[in-house]
């Protein structure tokens, strides 16, 4: 692994930051059990705090910002996995591999571009394959910005509260 530039270091280290400092609620159903946590792409900040340390297997795009957001997961104890619908779909195997082991897995439900809000047949096919819940989880924030991307990206102000809520989608 290659030494990454101060700029991205640094980023990383705000960030990090920035997520411990959220106050996040967890509200799961009496029958949550591991199974995929499909989130939706704009509130990968949120879903970001509500599960670390909790050894989730991510499915991150292997983009540039892909490659940021990869790194600050495995901070939070996320085990990554790089791939994404349109290149490195058959690295989802690893997530399969852990699902059936067990594990939780997580995905953004609408992929790295969209577009927002619509569920990819990746999440739907994994949960069909590995025999396991797909677990729809709702972000309701406190302070926060959304910025005008394709996603409409969520950016959490630092020490405000986000309400989870996980709701059983399909398996």
Same mark, same amino acid.
């Given at each position: 692994?290659?030494?990454?530039?101060?700029?991205?270091?640094?980023?990383?280290?705000?960030?990090?930051?920035?997520?411990?400092?959220?106050?996040?609620?967890?509200? !799961?159903?009496? $029958?949550? @059990?591991? *199974?995929?946590?499909? =989130?939706? &792409?704009?509130?990968?900040?949120?879903?970001?705090?509500? /599960?670390?340390?909790?050894?989730?297997?991510?499915?991150?795009?292997?983009?540039?910002?892909?490659?940021?957001?990869?790194?600050?997961?495995?901070?939070?104890?996320?085990?990554? !996995?790089?791939? $994404?619908? @349109?290149? *490195?779909?058959?690295? =989802?195997? &690893?997530?399969?591999?852990?699902?059936?082991?067990?594990? /939780?897995?997580?995905?953004?439900?609408?992929?790295?571009?969209?577009?927002?809000?619509?569920?990819?047949?990746?999440?739907?096919?994994?949960?069909?394959?590995?025999?396991?819940?797909?677990?729809?989880?709702?972000?309701?924030?406190?302070?926060?910005?959304?910025?005008?991307?394709?996603?409409?990206?969520?950016?959490?102000?630092?020490?405000?509260?986000?309400?989870?809520?996980?709701?059983?989608?399909?398996?």
């Amino acid at each position: 692994m290659t030494k990454q530039p101060f700029k991205v270091r640094l980023a990383l280290f705000l960030a990090s930051l920035w997520i411990k400092s959220l106050r996040v609620k967890l509200k !799961t159903p009496d $029958s949550f @059990s591991p *199974g995929i946590l499909g =989130i939706w &792409h704009r509130d990968l900040l949120a879903a970001t705090a509500a /599960f670390k340390n909790w050894g989730v297997h991510a499915f991150i795009s292997e983009s540039g910002d892909g490659e940021i957001f990869a790194t600050l997961a495995q901070q939070f104890g996320y085990i990554v !996995t790089r791939g $994404s619908s @349109s290149h *490195g779909a058959s690295n =989802i195997r &690893h997530v399969l591999d852990a699902l059936q082991q067990g594990h /939780f897995a997580g995905m953004a439900l609408d992929g790295p571009r969209g577009p927002a809000l619509q569920i990819k047949p990746g999440s739907l096919w994994l949960s069909q394959k590995s025999n396991r819940p797909l677990w729809m989880v709702s972000a309701r924030y406190g302070a926060h910005f959304t910025l005008k991307t394709w996603d409409k990206f969520i950016l959490p102000l630092p020490l405000t509260s986000i309400d989870i809520e996980i709701k059983y989608l399909c398996d």
